[in-house]
């Protein structure tokens, strides 16, 4: 499978600054997510990041809050806009559709763990 | 609407006592069930793709199996290194996975 990089791995911020972050890919896919973690809980789905255009985001997840590029098949950014405490999660890229694999299936990044103070 | 409950929340076993973990699912139109295993600082690791009911995949200590209702991930003679989250998701009509919250095995020496 592909290998997926994030960065930064962790952070400290302070509220109400933005952070981005980066993933990048070994490989072209077809699919790129983002991902939340918080403290505790399982993975909620934030927006699919889409090649070319503007990334389609849940419910609960504004494009003001959390901007989403991917300007190429190898490469999305997730930034996280003003933020407060109730930010601080572990952000998790995932692909999908990598050289080999069916693209149901999705393959996630190491993550990078977001403290707010 | 979908939702993935696992269960137990917590699981622990002895070295070689074997076991199961539950994912109950509902969800119009299941795509496909997806298990990952996640260790603590780290993303999930891929494991399993479930597609319909009866079908089953193994891998080493692992299998996997899925009815109309739930998903069963066996532990047949687990090691201490099998110590982990193990997450369960559902895909439906789009590539959107819910993720269910996820056992913490622990298995003791």
């Known amino acids: 499978s592909a290998v997926i990089s994030q960065k930064p791995s962790r952070d400290i911020c302070q509220r109400g600054t933005s952070l981005t972050i980066q993933c990048q890919v070994d490989?072209?896919?077809?699919?790129m997510f983002w991902y939340r973690q918080q403290p505790g809980q399982s993975l909620t789905l934030i927006a699919t990041a889409n090649q070319g255009s503007e990334a389609t985001y849940e419910s609960g997840f504004v494009i003001d809050k959390f901007p989403i590029s991917r300007p190429n098949l190898t490469f999305s950014t997730l930034t996280v806009s003003n933020m407060s405490p109730e930010d601080s999660s572990i952000y998790l890229c995932?692909?999908?559709?990598?050289?080999?694999?069916?693209?149901?299936?999705?393959?996630f990044g190491p993550g990078t763990r977001l403290t707010v103070l | 609407e979908d939702q993935v409950t696992q269960s137990p929340e917590a699981l622990r076993l002895q070295e070689g006592e074997s076991s199961s973990l539950n994912c109950s699912y509902t969800?119009?139109?299941?795509?496909?069930l997806f298990w990952y295993r996640q260790d603590p600082g780290k993303g999930p690791e891929f494991l399993f793709t479930?597609?319909?009911a009866g079908e089953e995949k193994e891998k080493e200590r692992l299998k996997a199996t899925l009815t109309k209702k739930e998903s069963f991930l066996h532990i047949t003679a687990p090691k201490p290194e099998d110590s982990a989250t193990y997450l369960c998701a559902v895909q439906a009509s789009s590539y959107k996975l819910i993720f269910g919250s996820g056992t913490r095995l622990l298995v003791r020496p």
């Open positions: 969800v119009s139109g299941l795509r496909g």
């Open positions: 995932s692909v999908a559709g990598t050289p080999g694999t069916s693209t149901d299936t999705q393959y």
């Open positions: 490989s072209q896919v077809t699919m």
């Open positions: 479930l597609y319909s």
